[in-house]
């Protein structure tokens, strides 16, 4: 029996409604693959989506968004989706940005918004 492919799932704290929403929205889809979250996003999504189960993590500020590079890293995770808030400052960009470095240098699909995300599992 073959594991199924991971997916990580991250939102700033302006885009966690629109990552519940699109939960939501793509519930069927994503019950295909393994969830991991960091923290607070992975609540949210719990909470829409009481029909999903998704680990969460530590939330991202707090070491959550390392976790994830780790699990990147390790071949653990497939595919990201990172709602990012393009007009929120980030007190923590440098893991933000050591993230989005990995899933690149690991080759991993990365989507940063719904639209991209929603082909990425759909093409699944």
């Known amino acids: 029996m073959s594991v ?20 939501r929205q793509h519930q069927a889809a994503l019950s295909r693959f393994r969830l991991v979250a960091t ?27 390392q976790q994830i590079g780790a699990m990147i890293a390790t071949g653990e995770v497939n595919m ?7 007009l929120s400052a980030m007190p923590h960009d440098v893991d933000v940005k050591a993230l989005t470095r990995l899933a690149t240098l690991y080759d991993i ?11 990425f599992i759909d093409f699944q």
């Open 109 to 119: 699909p990365m989507a940063l918004n719904r639209a991209t995300a929603a082909k």
């Open 80 to 86: 990201l989706i990172f709602f990012i808030d393009p």
């Open 39 to 65: 923290g607070t996003t992975g609540g949210r999504v719990q909470e829409a989506c009481p029909g999903l189960q998704v680990t969460r993590l530590k939330s991202g500020p707090l070491g959550g968004d």
């Open 4 to 23: 199924p492919p991971c997916i990580a799932l991250i939102a700033h704290d302006q885009k966690k409604d629109d990552m519940a929403e699109f939960a």
